[in-house]
T-cell receptor, first 115, second 115 residues
């Protein structure tokens, strides 16, 4: 069975600085997708970024980028130029390739942004 | 506006009550999901519906009864709940295709408290 581990329950970053959130996963599949979701106090789960396992190039979305290390089964999220609005719970999630649409989530990392 | 609307936002009920959670998606998606989010635990997938057919029941107790009358609406009927059922219940939708690679869009959740 696939698992997702986020080893940092809480992180803190100064405004305008860079922070990296860690995620590791375990799978025997070669075709899969990885996601980072953000959940602010408003509770809405928002997709931040996604990565297809078959792509070697790391995904980037504006100030958000990932470091995808397939051999190490690591998928970290880097937030550059942190803003107060980035404060939220961040969840790493995994999904097998193919027709399945079942997401497996980690326990989350609570990110605080200090002004 | 997320495209996925959940009502009510908060619900307090006794263990003998019967209530229903409602989810509506305005995104034209063909798959809908119920998740349970408890403190310090990963999101737990409860049910998946594809084209109104239930394709996943993740060993959920029978006191939770889902209903999907059409691809835009999803209900979760609750009866005889237990205190450990207190949690945030999130609904999501996605466009499921043969590659299963479309991201899920989440609602704001219903915060359920069982007295």
């Amino acid at each position: 069975a696939q698992t997702v581990t986020q080893s940092q329950p809480e992180m803190s970053v100064q405004e305008a600085e860079t922070v990296t959130l860690s995620c590791t996963y375990d799978t025997s599949e070669s075709d899969y997708y990885l996601f980072w979701y953000k959940q602010p106090p408003s509770r809405q789960m928002i997709l931040v970024i996604r990565q297809e396992a078959y792509k070697q190039q790391n995904a980037t979305e504006n100030r958000f980028s990932v470091n995808f290390q397939k051999a190490a089964k690591s998928f970290s999220l880097k937030i550059s130029d942190s803003q107060l609005g980035d404060a939220a719970m961040y969840f790493c999630a995994y999904r097998n390739g193919g027709a399945t649409n079942k997401l497996i989530f980690g326990t989350g990392t609570l990110l605080a942004v200090q002004p | 506006e997320t495209g996925v609307t959940q009502t009510p936002r908060h619900l307090v009920m006794g263990m003998t009550n019967k209530k229903s959670l409602k989810c509506e998606q305005h995104l034209g998606h063909n798959a809908m999901y119920w998740y349970k989010q408890s403190a310090k635990k990963p999101l737990e997938l409860m049910f998946v519906y594809n084209f109104k057919e239930q394709t996943e029941n993740n060993s959920v107790p029978s006191r939770f009864s889902p209903e999907c009358p059409n691809s835009s609406h999803l209900f979760l009927h609750l009866h005889t709940l237990q205190p450990e059922d207190s949690a945030l219940y999130l609904c999501a939708s996605s466009q499921a295709d043969s590659r299963g690679n479309q991201p899920q869009h989440f609602g704001d959740g219903t915060r359920l408290s069982i007295l």
